[in-house]
């Protein structure tokens, strides 16, 4: 059963220790502690706790087959006649699309607007982190 650290959980989700533990204070996630007393959490709440705040705030995931959905901040837009790249950062994540200048023209992207990056693919490769070793000498998978 994995189990994380503040921190640890904190950089999964993208937040700050701070917001990690006001969740838990707050009792929005249940923590409990480990033999040094430093406050963990447990894999499986961990999970249901990103799930359950995974709600899609556009709702058209309905609309869709895609499931993959990321809401973020266009950072960079390069346009040349044809083509355009669009950058986009979703959290900790860097997204990049390569799009046709008129539908960029046409969606009204540009520099600090808000956009929702829909990935759909037909492969999704998927790896284990290499097991890390922390400052208690017990490892982490």
């Known amino acids: 059963m994995a189990v994380f650290r503040m921190g640890e959980a904190a950089e999964l989700l993208g937040v700050s220790v701070d917001t990690m533990r006001r969740w838990v204070d707050a009792g929005r ?3 409990s502690r480990d033999e040094q007393g430093h406050r963990v ?15 899609d705030p556009d709702h058209r995931a309905e609309e869709s087959s895609a499931r993959n959905r990321l809401r973020g901040i266009v950072t960079a837009v390069v346009k040349d006649a044809v083509m355009a790249q669009v950058d986009i950062q979703a959290g900790p994540f860097r997204l990049v699309s390569l799009m046709s200048r008129e ?21 999704v490769v998927v790896e284990r982190p290499a097991l890390a ?3 208690s000498g017990r490892t982490n998978p």
Do not use: C, H, M, P
């Open 103 to 123: 539908a960029v023209d046409q969606l009204g992207l540009e520099v600090g607007s808000v956009a929702v990056a829909v990935i759909k693919s037909t492969t």
């Open 133 to 135: 070793v922390g400052n």
């Open 29 to 31: 996630l249940a923590a």
């Open 41 to 55: 959490i447990d894999g499986v709440d961990l999970a249901a706790f990103v799930r359950a705040q995974a709600a």
